[in-house]
C-alpha cells in the first residue's frame, strides 16, 4: 500500500469537508472507495463528475483500478468548472 494525498477542490472540497486527507492505497480506485466510505453523502454523486491529476498527471478515460499511486503521491480531485 502506498500513502500519500488526495486533495479536493471546489465543489468536491464543500462535499467532503476537507481539503485534504491521506491515502493508503494501492490504486486510484481504492483511494476513491475510502473517500466514498468516509464521506458518504454529497461527495459521492460528486466524485462521478470529477476528473482527477495523479501525480500532476491527468487520469482521463483510464480504468481508476488500473491507476497505480505511488508513495507519497498526490491525487487531485477536480470537480468541472465553470468560467468565463
Known amino acids: ?8 477542490w471546489a ?3 464543500a462535499a467532503a469537508g476537507v481539503a485534504e486527507e491521506p ?3 494501492v490504486t486510484l480506485a481504492e483511494a476513491l472507495a475510502t473517500a466514498r466510505e468516509r464521506h458518504p453523502g ?5 466524485l462521478r463528475r470529477c476528473s482527477f491529476l ?6 482521463g478515460t483510464r480504468a481508476h483500478e488500473t491507476v497505480r499511486l505511488a ?3 498526490t491525487v487531485e480531485v477536480l470537480p468541472p468548472f465553470a468560467g468565463g
Open 42 to 46: 454529497e461527495l459521492v454523486g460528486v
Open 11 to 13: 465543489a468536491a472540497k
Open 23 to 25: 491515502y493508503d492505497a
Open 54 to 59: 495523479v501525480d500532476g498527471d491527468p487520469v
Open 1 to 8: 500500500m502506498a500513502k500519500g494525498t488526495v486533495r479536493y
Open 71 to 73: 508513495e507519497g503521491g
